[in-house]
């Protein structure tokens, strides 16, 4: 699967978003090695702070369909964004956690711009289990 299609599910995926408070929709696929896909969208709260993204909806669903980190090749996130989308500081956390670090993620907007990063370049020096030795 090329990162354009690997996008173009995200975008997919994007159009479940539940985001009647920020009107910011986005959309997450999560590729795994047996070539199934993850989806993901933002699903928000007229309690904010329970608000959930598309990035961690998305490997949550894939956690309750048995994936665990070893089995991700690839991220895409794609919202309605100037620049490509990139994941906030709480989904950073939760990747660092349960997706690979040198893993490819693929930001993106509906413009099509596509923005390739992984979680070792998006958080450095991440807390982790080795933390709580
Ligand atoms: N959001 C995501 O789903 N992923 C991100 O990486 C950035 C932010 C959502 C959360 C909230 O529903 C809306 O976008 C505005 O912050």
Known sequence: ?????LVQKAQDARKLSYS???????????????GEIYLGANIENSAYPLCMCAERNALY?????????????ALA????????CSPCGA????LSELFPIDAPI??????????????RELLPYAFSADDLK
């Open 1 to 5: 699967m090329t990162k354009e299609e």
């Open 20 to 34: 009647p408070y920020s009107h910011f929709a986005v959309g997450a696929a999560l590729l795994c090695k047996d």
């Open 61 to 73: 669903n894939a956690a309750m369909h048995g994936k665990k980190k070893e089995d991700f090749v």
């Open 77 to 84: 996130l794609c919202a309605g964004s100037d620049e490509p």
């Open 91 to 94: 989904c950073r956390q939760v």
């Open 106 to 119: 693929y930001m993106s907007n509906l413009k099509g711009e596509i923005e390739e990063t992984s979680i």
